[in-house]
């Protein structure tokens, strides 16, 4: 028996031995318990932004909504932290943080699931939410899974990626090995099992559909504009043309240092435009890998290779910047660009960044991978280049930079059209709002 059957055989048994609180227990009528994997109560990345822009939303919708962060976090990211809040509001939004016993992670995945099960099961008890909502991945989502079920709770899914998926691009090694196989077998047990199953665009609608979910049981949720439309509106007002007054044009990127986002095409296409006015802003830092801040190899590589191809004093590396700085660095940047590469993950998850971007009426120079085009209208909100080819994205930064003052207005009129009155949090959740008060 592997590793993923050991742990649906546990969900089976456990669910099967259902909480005798089942009956006794009267739910908070509208109270939402959120599960997530990061929230901005200590994390500033993509996945805690989403978190807050959902939380905040069915909050705004009459919810009544309560994260609770997978145990151990913050604590297994930083084991030095002085962070020693349970409980932390965010702009209206509850918090919730459950360390380990001892901050001491219990041992294999079957362990974690088993401990986390039964934390989930005893805030629920406590909190008393009438539907539990759970985002990726199963190492979350199962044990919130398995405690709504123990105590008769409805239990909905956000599939915000495949994080299976997304290793490949690390590992290529990785696809189709054990492991694997077992991420596949239990984020496919998740999505069967779930009541409702929530996801960011039509590409992941139809790998949840390939693995089994019902298409009908699946709402689209995509991202939204993580930021407001007041700090959009101050960007518009402060930015400065696209050509700046010193004769330097600024291509930039503000996010996660990920091998699949492509940076290393974006260093290459600025050599090869072989004009010393172009100037490059990286913003950002490695993820974490495996629970663990890792140093930042990505960024020393990239540094290498600029040195390398003769651009280093072309290109500024900020490494990791306080959330609140984020909008100084996108004001000073000319053009944002997303070179994502054309593997698995990009082709199938939705970023974040290009709505934060539109928001800051930024032009925006993106890969074709399919996410991409999807958001930017097949570019009629953006600039599209060919995934993969630093060629083609030099070619299109040339041409962006010369391009009508009246194109790129109306492209970017058309992004803040986009962002304000459809990709907002608040009308994005409507579907979600709808499912869980149904239920």
Same mark, same amino acid.
């Given at each position: 028996?592997?590793?993923?059957?050991?742990?649906?055989?546990?969900?089976?048994?456990?669910?099967?031995?259902?909480?005798?609180?089942?009956?006794?227990?009267?739910?908070?009528?509208?109270?939402?318990?959120?599960?997530?994997?990061?929230?901005?109560?200590?994390?500033?990345?993509?996945?805690?932004?989403?978190?807050?822009?959902?939380?905040?939303?069915?909050?705004?919708?009459?919810?009544?909504?309560? +994260?609770?962060?997978?145990?151990?976090?913050?604590?297994?990211?930083?084991?030095?932290?002085?962070?020693?809040?349970?409980?932390?509001?965010?702009?209206?939004?509850?918090?919730?943080?459950? %360390?380990?016993?001892?901050?001491?992670?219990?041992?294999?995945?079957?362990?974690?699931?088993?401990?986390?099960?039964?934390?989930?099961?005893?805030?629920?008890?406590?909190?008393?939410?009438?539907?539990?909502?759970?985002?990726?991945?199963?190492?979350?989502?199962?044990?919130?899974?398995?405690?709504?079920?123990?105590?008769?709770?409805?239990?909905?899914?956000?599939?915000?990626?495949?994080?299976?998926?997304?290793?490949?691009?690390?590992?290529?090694?990785?696809?189709?090995?054990?492991?694997?196989?077992?991420?596949?077998?239990?984020?496919?047990?998740?999505? +069967?099992?779930?009541?409702?199953?929530?996801?960011?665009?039509?590409?992941?609608?139809?790998?949840?559909?390939?693995?089994?979910?019902?298409?009908?049981?699946?709402?689209?949720? %995509?991202? /939204?504009?993580? +930021?407001?439309a007041d700090d959009a509106k101050t960007s518009k007002e402060n930015s400065d043309s696209l050509c700046n007054a010193d004769g330097t044009y600024t291509l930039g990127y503000v996010g996660a240092l990920v091998d699949y986002e492509g940076l290393d095409i974006l260093v290459k296409a600025l050599a090869l435009l072989k004009d010393k006015s172009y100037q490059l802003i990286i913003v950002g830092g490695s993820n974490p890998v495996d629970g663990k801040i890792s140093?930042?190899?990505?960024?020393?590589?990239?540094?290498?290779?600029?040195?390398?191809?003769?651009?280093?004093?072309?290109?500024?590396?900020?490494?990791?910047?306080?959330?609140?700085?984020?909008?100084?660095?996108?004001?000073?940047?000319?053009? +944002?660009?997303?070179?994502?590469?054309? $593997?698995?993950?990009?082709?199938?998850?939705? /970023?974040?960044?290009?709505?934060?971007?539109?928001?800051?009426?930024?032009?925006?120079?993106?890969?074709?991978?399919? %996410?991409?085009?999807?958001?930017?209208?097949?570019?009629?909100?953006?600039?599209?280049?060919?995934?993969?080819?630093?060629?083609?994205?030099?070619?299109?930064?040339?041409?962006?930079?010369?391009?009508?003052?009246?194109?790129?207005?109306?492209?970017?009129?058309?992004?803040?059209?986009?962002?304000?009155?459809?990709?907002?949090?608040?009308?994005?959740?409507?579907?979600?709002?709808?499912?869980?008060?149904? $239920?």
């Amino acid at each position: 028996m592997n590793r993923a059957e050991q742990i649906i055989k546990f969900a089976h048994q456990a669910i099967a031995m259902k909480s005798a609180e089942q009956k006794t227990m009267r739910p908070v009528s509208r109270r939402v318990g959120y599960v997530v994997s990061h929230g901005m109560s200590y994390a500033s990345n993509g996945y805690a932004v989403r978190t807050q822009g959902i939380a905040e939303a069915l909050n705004g919708h009459g919810l009544d909504t309560i +994260c609770f962060v997978r145990q151990g976090r913050p604590w297994d990211f930083f084991p030095e932290t002085d962070f020693s809040v349970i409980q932390k509001n965010i702009e209206g939004v509850e918090y919730i943080h459950s %360390p380990w016993d001892n901050f001491t992670s219990p041992g294999n995945a079957l362990k974690k699931i088993q401990v986390m099960t039964a934390t989930f099961e005893n805030l629920f008890r406590v909190y008393r939410p009438a539907a539990v909502l759970a985002g990726s991945n199963f190492e979350v989502a199962l044990p919130a899974y398995i405690a709504a079920k123990k105590l008769g709770l409805p239990f909905h899914y956000e599939v915000r990626g495949f994080w299976e998926i997304s290793k490949i691009s690390r590992d290529p090694n990785w696809e189709g090995s054990e492991k694997y196989n077992e991420q596949v077998e239990l984020e496919t047990f998740l999505a +069967c099992s779930a009541d409702k199953i929530y996801t960011l665009n039509s590409a992941m609608q139809a790998k949840l559909i390939e693995r089994g979910a019902q298409r009908s049981n699946i709402c689209l949720v %995509p991202n /939204a504009a993580p +930021c407001s439309a007041d700090d959009a509106k101050t960007s518009k007002e402060n930015s400065d043309s696209l050509c700046n007054a010193d004769g330097t044009y600024t291509l930039g990127y503000v996010g996660a240092l990920v091998d699949y986002e492509g940076l290393d095409i974006l260093v290459k296409a600025l050599a090869l435009l072989k004009d010393k006015s172009y100037q490059l802003i990286i913003v950002g830092g490695s993820n974490p890998v495996d629970g663990k801040i890792s140093n930042d190899v990505i960024l020393n590589r990239l540094a290498e290779q600029a040195i390398e191809l003769g651009v280093r004093e072309q290109v500024t590396f900020t490494g990791r910047v306080p959330h609140e700085r984020v909008k100084d660095y996108l004001n000073a940047i000319d053009v +944002c660009i997303i070179p994502r590469k054309p $593997d698995p993950v990009c082709e199938l998850v939705s /970023a974040l960044k290009p709505l934060e971007y539109m928001a800051f009426n930024k032009p925006i120079i993106a890969s074709n991978v399919a %996410p991409q085009k999807e958001l930017l209208r097949d570019g009629e909100l953006g600039w599209l280049f060919e995934k993969g080819s630093a060629e083609s994205l030099s070619t299109v930064i040339q041409a962006l930079r010369n391009e009508d003052p009246a194109v790129v207005e109306m492209k970017l009129a058309s992004a803040r059209e986009l962002i304000h009155n459809e990709l907002t949090w608040k009308n994005v959740v409507i579907s979600m709002v709808d499912q869980l008060i149904a $239920d």
